[in-house]
């Protein structure tokens, strides 16, 4: 039993000396940037006579760098080391750094020379919260050609300081998409990596990658580009805290394409004017320009101020030789695509025809005047006249029946001619038969005189011959 104690007596001295060398340091957490204090507690009311921040390097019984000295005696105090013009001392002894880094995570402890009871220590365990640092490994903007592959690099460092758990991409502060996530480990040489891919799968889709625990990486890929993806993209980081976000513009170019012109032909006369309207779109801006037959130097031409440009040609007095094909070309530098260059083309076929000649005016002789003419014109005279002299009665506001003529109707103008017409012709007839009849009557009545006058001549002819040449006579 003697032996039993002594074992235990022995086995409990040694755990309190190993206490004593191995002390639980007191976990500090703090943010890259930010003011970080080690707090000390207070002890017993004794002198303090020095005290000493040292950081340790190893552990508990490894190498100890001086970072901070303070004596009460004289006052003095001093910051060396890294922590040299970035710290001082708060209450109790507690040491204070300012804008702390990653570097000055790690091990500290505070040995302070006291009166009557010696050298204390206290060791503290300084944690360090770094934001995560995320990054595109492109310039922004990024300017790409449409139908080409492009991809997007996305990285994110400190991810477990951090607590990173996700990345997530957005386009004009949308999400692209649901994620459609397979996980799974790669093997690259001897390092494991985990990662997941989103998207459609076929056009566009993301790929993140765990490289480290501090290291993670995200690409989005686009199978073929179009002038639709062009966008803010912005990378996020998701964390306790919140989310850490970097964002890039991608900018598309595509080739300029005419979306519209003037119908062809174009059939005008000589002498006239026309407008030939051109229409394009392009990234970047297209520029215009009319060309006649195939002629290298352009007619008009003129630079977009945006994505849609139009150039107007305006041809004005046609002559037959302005005839001919017309033709729009836009370009931007930026290929249409494999074997079809750089230009778009539209034609307009403009025709000219010669204008017919007018007839000149026939003017009339004027008629000779006769007494139906003469007539005719009274009547007409008289029915103006009758038609412009007003109405001596004021008007009587009645309802109008159903069908009247009004004067300015053409059918009331052409019923009104033809009256005029019909009474003029119905008038000359009726002195037409009026002249031959007193003509008749005239020649009869001579004829009846002349054997009435030679009977009296006879009957009274006497049987003297002079008295008949007297008589005669």
Not at 23 to 50: M, N, S, W
Not at 68 to 97: F, K, N, Q
Not at 271 to 277: A, K, P
């Amino acid at each position: 039993m003697a032996y039993v104690a002594a074992l235990s007596i022995i086995y409990y001295g040694i755990a309190q000396v190993l206490g004593t060398l191995t002390p639980e340091p007191v976990v500090v957490h703090g943010k890259v940037g930010e003011d970080v204090t080690l707090t000390v507690r207070p002890e017993e009311e004794h002198r303090v006579i020095a005290q000493t921040w040292n950081k340790l390097y190893g552990g508990v019984h490894s190498m100890r760098l001086a970072v901070y000295m303070y004596s009460p005696t004289t006052g003095t105090t001093m910051s060396l080391g890294p922590l040299e013009g970035r710290a001082w001392l708060g209450e109790h002894g507690s040491l204070v750094i300012h804008d702390s880094r990653k570097e000055d995570e790690g091990l500290y402890v505070l040995t302070s020379l006291v009166d009557v009871v010696g050298q204390e220590e206290q060791y503290f365990d300084l944690k360090m919260h770094v934001p995560p640092q995320i990054s595109f490994g492109e310039q922004s903007p990024l300017h790409v050609v449409q139908h080409s592959q492009v991809y997007l690099n996305c990285t994110v460092r400190y991810a477990k300081s951090s607590e990173v758990n996700d990345i997530q991409w957005r386009k004009d502060g949308s999400r692209l998409w649901g994620r459609v996530t397979i996980i799974g480990r790669a093997t690259q040489g001897m390092r494991f990596t985990n990662y997941h891919r989103e998207g459609n799968g076929r056009r566009m889709e993301v790929e993140t990658v765990r490289e480290s625990d501090d290291l993670w990486t995200s690409v989005l890929t686009f199978q073929s580009v179009r002038k639709e993806d062009t966008g803010n993209y912005s990378c996020h980081a998701q964390q306790p805290n919140g989310a850490v976000s970097a964002s890039l513009y991608l900018e598309v170019y595509y080739a300029a394409k005419i979306t519209n012109i003037s119908e062809s032909p174009q059939v005008v006369h000589t002498g006239s004017n026309v407008t030939l309207e051109c229409t394009a779109q392009g990234n970047p801006a297209p520029i215009l320009s009319w060309h006649k037959d195939g002629d290298h130097t352009p007619l008009s031409s003129t630079f977009s101020d945006g994505e849609t440009g139009r150039l107007d040609l305006t041809l004005t007095q046609l002559d037959e030789d302005a005839g001919g094909n017309y033709t729009c070309v836009a370009t931007n530098g930026i290929s249409m695509g494999k074997n079809m260059g750089k230009k778009d083309r539209r034609t307009v076929q403009v025709s000219v025809l010669k204008a017919d000649r007018e007839d000149p005016p026939t003017v009339s002789s004027p008629r000779p005047v006769t007494e139906a003419s003469s007539i005719e014109a009274n009547i007409i005279t008289t029915v103006a006249t009758t038609a412009e002299k007003p109405d001596p009665l004021p008007p009587v506001d009645e309802a109008e029946p159903e069908g009247k003529l009004e004067a300015d109707d053409p059918f009331y103008k052409t019923f009104v001619t033809v009256g005029i017409v019909t009474v003029t012709a119905f008038s000359l007839l009726l002195l037409t038969i009026v002249a031959i009849l007193l003509c008749r009557r005239t020649s009869s009545s001579t004829k009846v005189m002349r054997p009435h006058i030679s009977g009296d001549i006879i009957r009274h002819r006497p049987l003297n011959p002079d008295v008949y040449a007297n008589v005669y006579r």
